[in-house]
């Protein structure tokens, strides 16, 4: 038995009085994709089933490397955040499974921490490694480097800790290990832009190497920061080659907010998956060079784009597919319980607004070149207002019609600030 954090008759009774308005709404939509030829339970169908994993971190506040305001009641370790990521998942119902960050969320018995979040109806997703900061009892200093550092002591040491990761992992029954470093430099000529690379891929086949049958290891990529001139694995290209020589269990991550400013990532996308390396995603949002806002908060129509190539993926899968999800955002201004929801519900109403594309209109488009209805195949399942199926969904699931609503009439975060310890000061994601 699922023991949800919070009072499952509270939110019942909320959604009855919504129940009728849902209801009206929800037929209301459905007569309009009839008329389209579309059968809106079949598409709920397919949100039900639908779900991305939120990120351990993104459970606390996150900051920027000026400042950090914490608030009251915010989550100071993995017990908390597992039970912060519950209340989200019991309300949104698409969020199952938690992608924990070590050594943040070290703890001395695996399979009890398994245990507490199975009690909460949760999983665990893939398992981050973490060689872009130092620890306190840490032997060697990432200062220079982690898995491409030119010290062969960092680089041991960057390999034995994703070996303990992926080892972690399995005590928590997850299956792959995300790899993102920080590697790169600030000044030209800091480092041989090759020899970087190569001690990068020597390195991380040590870790490859050390991966169960079916995990999979997915490489992250990201343009800068923190290093500012050049990043070891900083775009799809380095990254798809990367994957390519480390074997078939190495697979490409596409966080949104990783690229260079208008880089059109639906075709990344594409491109990942036509060459069965398309392996996860994290999603947010990105406006200058920030790489962790609200997903779909700046631009939702990019959003919808990279989900219509989702969909299409999962329509033709080429050399298979089959991508880890996941949610990562640094919730500086918001309560990280409130963004996660409604960021959790942006990615289920793009995955629907992509469900819902008419792929023979479009396909015949494109066939015989008529632009513009090609664009407008795509524009009339953007316009469409789907958020009545993703709220029918997860009500029909035991979660919330109006999730912040909810959330707010539970009075989680006032209760969690009389009994959990308050946060310190400092800046920086956690
Ligand atoms: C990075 C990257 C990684 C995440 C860290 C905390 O920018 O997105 O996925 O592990 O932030
Ligand atoms: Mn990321
Ligand atoms: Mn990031």
Not at 152 to 167: S, T
Request: proline share 4%; with cysteine.
């Amino acid at each position: 038995m699922t023991e949800y954090p919070l009072s499952q008759d509270q939110i019942d009774e909320l959604n009855a009085a919504e129940a009728e308005a849902l209801q009206d709404d929800y037929d209301s939509l459905g007569r309009q994709l009839a008329r389209r030829g579309i059968a809106i339970d079949e598409v709920k169908e397919k949100v039900a089933a639908f779900s991305v994993a939120v990120p351990s971190w993104g459970a606390g506040r996150g900051g920027t490397r000026f400042a950090k305001f914490p608030i009251a009641g915010e989550p100071t370790n993995i017990h908390e955040k597992l039970e912060d990521c519950a209340v989200v998942n019991q309300l949104g119902r698409n969020t199952p499974r938690v992608s924990p960050h070590f050594p943040w969320d070290k703890v001395s018995d695996y399979d009890a921490l398994r245990e507490e979040a199975a009690a909460f109806g949760l999983g665990f997703d893939a398992v981050n490694s973490n060689t872009f900061q130092d620890q306190a009892d840490q032997t060697h200093s990432y200062r220079n480097g982690s898995l491409a550092a030119n010290d062969p002591a960092v680089r041991a040491q960057a390999v034995e800790h994703n070996i303990e990761c992926i080892e972690i992992g399995q005590k928590l029954g997850s299956n792959a290990l995300t790899v993102w470093v920080g590697d790169g430099t600030n000044f030209p000529g800091q480092q041989d832009l090759a020899r970087s690379l190569d001690r990068y891929l020597d390195a991380a086949a040590q870790v490859y190497s050390a991966l169960p049958d079916d995990w999979r290891m997915l490489l992250e990529h990201k343009m800068f920061e923190p290093a500012f001139y050049s990043t070891v694995i900083s775009d799809w290209g380095s990254s798809i080659l990367a994957a390519q020589e480390l074997g078939d269990k190495a697979q490409c991550l596409v966080d949104l907010g990783h690229h260079a400013p208008n880089v059109n990532i639906e075709q990344i996308v594409a491109r990942l998956h036509r060459f069965g390396k398309l392996g996860g995603f994290h999603f947010n949002d990105s406006k200058y060079g920030d790489d962790d806002l609200d997903t779909g908060s700046i631009n939702p129509h990019q959003l919808f784009l990279v989900f219509n190539e989702l969909v299409e993926a999962e329509l033709h899968p080429r050399n298979g597919f089959n991508p880890a999800y996941m949610i990562d955002q640094s919730h500086n201004v918001t309560d990280p319980i409130e963004s996660m929801l409604s960021s959790a519900e942006a990615i289920a109403g793009a995955y629907a607004k992509a469900v819902i594309v008419d792929r023979e209109a479009l396909y015949a488009a494109q066939e015989s070149n008529d632009v513009m209805m090609g664009f407008q195949a795509l524009r009339r399942a953007y316009r469409t207002d789907v958020s009545p199926i993703v709220a029918k969904a997860r009500a029909e699931a035991g979660g919330a019609i109006d999730v912040l609503g909810a959330y707010r009439a539970s009075g989680w975060r006032d209760r969690k600030a009389q009994e959990r310890q308050p946060v310190g000061l400092g800046a920086g994601i956690v």
